[in-house]
């Protein structure tokens, strides 16, 4: 029974990880650029809207491990790794734009803006 249970959270946990890989944008969105100047995300501004919006499945820290993180398949993306990190801020921007359930899409609820600020924000992840 151990085994079984062991096997089974091993295979979860694999899938979860390869769930969150395999979502691409498609790939016209790696050239999507921001309007706003590289400088001139607003960290405050950005991090007002990742604790409102985003916080819930992401975590604080960006992990993938709020608190409805463990109802979800598949599993939040967690921010720090390497298969996040390397996408373009275009391909991130066009993710949280359109989302991919339960991945919510923010295009009508975000002004470009502010997406462009998440963006940002979701770089300062970066391990």
Not at 108 to 116: A, F, G, K, S, Y
Request: glycine share 6%; with cysteine.
């Amino acid at each position: 029974m151990k085994v079984t249970f062991t096997i089974l959270l091993l295979f979860s946990a694999a899938f979860s990880i390869s769930a969150q890989s395999t979502w691409k944008a498609p790939s016209a969105a790696k050239t999507i650029k921001s309007p706003l100047p590289v400088s001139s995300g607003d960290y405050k501004e950005a991090k007002k809207i990742f604790t409102e919006m985003c916080v819930i499945c992401h975590g604080n820290k960006g992990k993938g491990d709020g608190l409805a993180s463990a109802a979800l398949t598949p599993k939040p993306a967690n921010f720090s790794l390497s298969t996040v990190q390397s996408q373009t801020n275009g391909e991130l921007f066009w993710k949280i734009t359109n989302g991919n359930p339960p991945m919510a899409a923010y295009k009508e609820v975000l002004t470009e803006t502010q997406r462009w600020q998440l963006v940002a924000y979701l770089r300062t992840f970066k391990k």
